[in-house]
């Protein structure tokens, strides 16, 4: 994802949580209260990682070779 590098990932991703929970809820409004966290569509974190142009094949395989839990 590319963004401008004057605007906060926080407000990036805040932005994106906000907009697509509304999204979600006008369409599929009797369908989205299992996967609510209390009355949020969103858990209140999030994760941002940089792979430093890396080709998309690459960043695949290394995520699907991470150890899983037992």
Known sequence: MHYPPKVALSRLVGSL????????????????HKYLWGEHFWSPSHFAASCGGAPLSIVKE???NQKRPD
């Open 17 to 32: 949580k906000g907009v697509s929970a509304r999204r979600l809820r006008q369409e599929f409004p009797s369908h989205i």
């Open 62 to 64: 290394y995520t699907e």
